[in-house]
């Protein structure tokens, strides 16, 4: 029999470029090859790094450490620039919504019309008061930031063959890998490094999806600013002491006058600070750096919960049952237990590999269990073109 061809998906994100080779065999779907780079092999750039041959250099560095055969790149992009809306239109053929598309898009979108590539997906179809209306994923993205997309595609000498999104990678390899309930909803929440991207999955579709400005590398920026220790430190400092998650607060009976503000509750909460190195008297390097991770995080929760809440405000909207974390930051020590503590849903980390076979020529268990949480966007994009 003919070997079944080779499928590339490459994940160009701000601080590292993950390679990913996939082919469907006897055993399934494989996971034959894989690599992780960094972007800037010194930690971050700086005001003369020319952030384009950076790139351009670790996608080779990627696609050589993996040694991928495969030349036809299914990569994708995110970001304020990529525009995604679920509207309602009125009911007409798929042919149709093609040709109205870009008339319809421009309610909807923040820029000028012809400098957006436009795509829409149809959902589904909504039938009130008698009349049927279509369900439309529409995405909107920048020309410019996919002409230099697809320039460090080019630069390293790969043929791009699809542009996906981020967020909607990773719901592919979710979808394929946990084989969640139809019946479930749940928050996908990929925290790179300078953009956590949100999908909301329900019953086979993406329900809602955003793109937050925020990510691990604001952890390690306030990490560096406030103890004045150098990025390095700060980004291992990160790892090293993870998220201190805090004891819940006593509960004490207070039908023997004890209000929330009691002295005895304030010495018990004391109590428990100082038991979980988060009292503020405490001036040691972990419990500052504790402080500053939990602060930084919070900001990121907040934004997420803001995100949960329009959702399930909407009509349509369905309480989230749990949340699932991946992307580099998902490494954090205790980061799922803080995000379920912060806002009330059961928290994993995702593996994107659960329900692959592995090539066991070519992948080495150790480094792949090293680097498995940024692997999501990778295979996902792999998926799109396995055979």
Known sequence: MFKRKAAFGLDIGSCSVKAVQMRRTSRGIELEK?????????????????????????????????????????????????????????????????????????????????????????????????????????????????????????????????????????????????????????????IGSQITNINIYHGGLS????????????????????LGISFSEAEQLKFSEGVHVAAPAPSVDTDGGEGEDSPLIESLQGAVNEMTGEDLGDDSLESQASRIIRGSLNTLVAEIRRSLQFFENQVSGQPVSRMVLCGGTARLPNIANHFTQEIGLPTEIFNPVASLSLNSKNIDENTLANCREVLGVGIGLALRKVA
């Open 207 to 226: 329900h809602f999806a955003r793109d937050i400005n925020l990510g691990g590398r604001t952890i390690t920026t306030a990490l560096e600013q406030k």
């Open 34 to 190: 894989f690599a992780s780079v960094p972007i800037y092999p010194n930690g971050k750039s700086d005001s003369e790094t020319d952030v384009r041959a950076a790139k351009i250099a670790a996608i080779e560095r990627a696609v050589a450490a993996a040694k991928i055969t495969a030349k036809n790149v299914v990569s994708s992009v995110s970001g304020e620039s990529i525009i995604v809306r679920y509207i309602q239109l009125p009911h007409m053929t798929e042919e149709e919504l093609r040709n109205a598309l870009r008339y319809e898009a421009e309610e909807y979108i923040p820029f000028h019309i012809e400098e957006v590539n436009l795509d829409s997906h149809i959902l589904g179809v909504t039938e009130e008061g008698g009349s049927r209306r279509l369900n439309v994923l529409l995405v909107a993205a920048k020309k410019d930031i996919i002409g230099s997309h697809l320039d460090l595609i080019r630069g390293a000498g790969l043929i791009p063959e699809i542009v996906d999104v981020d967020s909607f990678a990773l719901f592919n390899c979710y979808e394929q890998s946990a084989r969640p309930s139809p019946d479930e909803v749940v928050v996908l929440v990929d």
